[in-house]
């Protein structure tokens, strides 16, 4: 992968990052509307429904948190008018000052790359803060993403480490040189971090998806340089104290630990949802300490 | 990968795909409004560009070719007035006879899979005959995809071996059984699409991405049974007689080879185009023969 040629402008996705963690703590809010929660809100499986759950969620969670993911897919169920929501919930969101992480999983070569890139890191009707993004095509298949968020101070969030089980066969795969696969790719996500570093930046613009589950990893993760998105917690099993003991190394406001179903199944009202949110922000903070 | 347990309706995708090829040849042509293309046919890079685009090809590839296959990158990147033009392509397209394969390669676990299979592989208005997704956290993630391509006759094709050299390093890194990546999932494929021909069907639903441009692989590619789409032709460097050379075993009908920029560029005239198509799908049934 490429390292930056240009001195960054000001301020990058990390240094956002890092503010946005500091004035509301490190929980990252799923925005996912899945069949199953538009049932237990009471709302239709339609763009309609899609938008009433987009505006609970973002009545409590403006002022309680710094950082939403929408899960793109349950937007695209719905085709073309399930994206003109998401496009009002991104514009609405970063509006009122969220920090908004498209949870799109992209994943092409060239030419293709630059299209995701234009789509979710430029000033067109989806672009977000931050997007994640899959490797198996090589990391340096994504460098048109990476360059653009760089170049528009966003983010690029590649899945390293997946909180599911299915994914360690392939991710504990061993290459060449000997390094796992994920191993390998949090390497250079860090190279590449360290060179924005090195021009200014407290933190790189290169993100890794790093799952809660797997338990702490042997790689010093204290010196990762890049935001950490990490799922896991609550509906897939794992705890505030297991945050503690994998990221507790991470630099301040590197870490933000994402919960979806488990927090919105305490909706539909408003003040219910912001309860659970706080709560479980402080036990994230407290556990991050 | 979950083995399917219900006898499947008749015809799955790969019994479809059989037909197309059968009756049109093995080029699959790709629909890339990317904007280099747009400014080449003198198209503004919007959705109206997107759609006369769409327009232009489809006028070329009716009755033409057997299988298109759409870049989503290109249409998202004009968010949701984008997507609304690949609906009205897709539409278009299947009442005109041609298969439509999605190129989204989407990747995700769980309710998020579940949610892609309901985008691609459903009645709704994105709908394809067979979506492309990556399998970094695991093909066993992808199981929701992989059964409602079954249930839905629709396919799912999993990158495998992709076209460019970036993705070497992680698609031959090994397992702890010896198997690299690639071959481990290759292997996995084919198993669930041998039981799914023992259930009757004589293509499987599951398909892989075998780039042409890697060079004949070590593994019988001719015991695969499912679908193979093949990049690299074109652009990319490969040519019709790679492509005898790597997929010269496969079964009848089994392999569609892609080619978008080399073969519109061609355009923007629909005869001009047509014409391309005609040439290079007569090659390419040559070199398959």
């Known amino acids: 992968m490429a390292e930056p040629t240009a001195s960054p402008p000001d301020p990058g996705f990390g240094e956002r990052l890092i503010e946005a963690v500091a004035a509301h703590g490190p929980l990252c809010a799923g925005i996912d509307p899945m069949p199953a929660l538009l049932e237990r809100w009471g709302l239709p499986d339609d763009p ?3 938008a009433a759950f987009c505006s609970g969620t973002l009545e409590a969670f403006v002022g309680t948190v710094g950082v939403i993911k929408p899960q793109v897919a349950f937007f695209e169920r719905h085709g073309s008018a399930g994206f003109a929501v998401l496009e009002e919930l991104v514009a609405e969101a970063r509006r009122s000052g969220l920090l908004v992480i498209g ?3 992209r994943a092409d070569i060239g030419s293709t790359a630059q299209g995701y890139a234009d789509a979710w890191l430029g000033d067109g009707p989806l672009g ?3 997007v994640t993004a899959v490797a198996y095509l090589g990391l340096g298949a994504l460098e048109p993403l990476a360059e653009a968020a760089r170049a528009h101070g966003r983010g690029l969030i590649v899945v390293v480490r997946s909180s599911n089980p299915e994914g360690r066969g392939l991710q504990e795969s061993v290459d060449r040189q ?3 696969v994920e191993d390998a790719l949090m390497a250079e996500l860090a190279r590449a971090n360290a060179a924005e570093r090195a021009a200014g930046r407290r933190l790189g613009s290169l993100g890794a998806v790093v799952g809660v589950t797997q338990g702490p990893w042997r790689l010093p993760l204290g010196e990762f340089g890049g935001p950490i998105l990490a799922p896991g917690v609550g509906a897939q099993g794992a705890t505030p104290a297991d945050v503690g003991a994998v990221f507790g190394d991470c630099a301040a406001g590197s870490v933000v630990v994402n919960a979806s179903r488990s927090l919105l199944e305490a ?3 408003p003040p219910a949802l912001r309860a659970a949110a706080e709560a479980l922000r402080e036990e994230l903070a407290a556990a991050l300490a």
């Open 128 to 130: 977000v803060d931050a």
């Open 178 to 180: 000997g390094l796992s």
């Open 103 to 105: 949870d799109a999983k």
């Open 48 to 50: 309609s429904g899609l």
């Open 267 to 269: 909706g539909p009202r």
